[in-house]
């Protein structure tokens, strides 16, 4: 059974940190490229950030940079978002996505938001 699952998520304080992950079972996450993406309300969808699955380059959005990590761990067949220095429009839904995709990989899964797999979401609220 296919299943990708996010959690993490939660109320934060602004200026704090969240750690998110996306654990993967019935597939190999080392073999897709992987992304996080949000959707606020109001808001479009969104790709925050992405990490490929051949040489490990990376996609950040201009807005997190400096502020979120992207990483993945192959052996426990999971993805990390490290979130820092966290603002109150940060407050969204975040999504994790796979794409198995070889040809222009970051651009494809993060900028065209074309995909796979998509999980099904954790909400993230930072907030006073």
């Known amino acids: 059974q296919l299943q990708f699952v996010e959690s993490g998520g939660g109320l934060v304080q602004p200026g704090g940190s969240l750690r998110l992950s996306c654990a993967a079972s019935?597939?190999?996450?080392?073999?897709?490229?992987i992304g996080w993406f949000r959707q606020a309300p109001g808001k479009e969808h969104e790709g925050v950030s992405c990490?490929?699955?051949?040489?490990?380059?990376?996609y950040y959005a201009d807005s997190v940079k400096g502020r979120f990590t992207i990483s993945r761990d192959n052996a426990k067949n999971t993805v990390y978002l490290q979130m820092n220095s966290l603002k109150p429009e940060d407050t969204a839904v975040y999504y994790c996505?796979?794409?198995?995709?070889?040809?222009?990989?970051?651009?494809?899964?993060?900028?065209?938001?074309?995909?796979?797999?998509w999980g099904q979401g954790t909400q993230v609220t930072v907030s006073s």
């Open positions: 019935g597939f190999t996450l080392e073999n897709y490229t």
């Open positions: 990490i490929s699955s051949s040489d490990g380059s990376t």
């Open positions: 996505a796979a794409d198995r995709y070889k040809v222009a990989p970051l651009f494809r899964l993060c900028v065209l938001r074309e995909a796979d797999y």
